[in-house]
């Protein structure tokens, strides 16, 4: 059974930061491109940044962009998301997900790739 849990979400003043973390309970995580989404309130599910498996590759979100790292852990099963200059538009709840295929060179963007997921972290940015 894979279980994905997140955490660090919170409230913070807009121009601030956050570090979101997302732990892996499964053995094989270290084979599969992981990535972080968001939704919020009325809104599609959107995703802001993936990695490969390797932790080579990137892709992040325009929203994001400049304003993110993403990294990962292999040896910790963990996946790491530093937010930066957070806007009130961040807000939305952050879910970690992993795709079901292994040892994928190719970063997918879309939800319907990602087979496993958190229950999500919760943003809330005031201005």
């Known amino acids: 059974q894979v279980e994905l849990v997140e955490s660090g979400g919170g409230l913070v003043q807009a121009g601030g930061s956050l570090r979101l973390s997302c732990v892996a309970d499964?053995?094989?995580?270290?084979?599969?491109?992981m990535a972080w989404f968001r939704q919020a309130v009325g809104k599609e599910r959107e995703i802001v940044a993936a990695i490969t498996w390797t932790g080579i590759s990137t892709y992040y979100a325009d929203f994001v962009k400049g304003r993110s790292t993403l990294s990962r852990d292999n040896a910790k099963n963990a996946l790491l998301l530093q937010l930066t200059r957070l806007k009130p538009e961040d807000t939305a709840v952050y879910y970690c997900?992993?795709?079901?295929?292994?040892?994928?060179?190719?970063?997918?963007?879309?939800?319907?790739?990602?087979?496993?997921w958190g229950q999500g972290t919760q943003v809330t940015v005031s201005s």
């Open positions: 997900a992993a795709e079901g295929r292994q040892y994928y060179g190719a970063l997918m963007t879309d939800e319907d790739s990602y087979r496993y």
């Open positions: 499964f053995p094989t995580f270290s084979g599969h491109n």
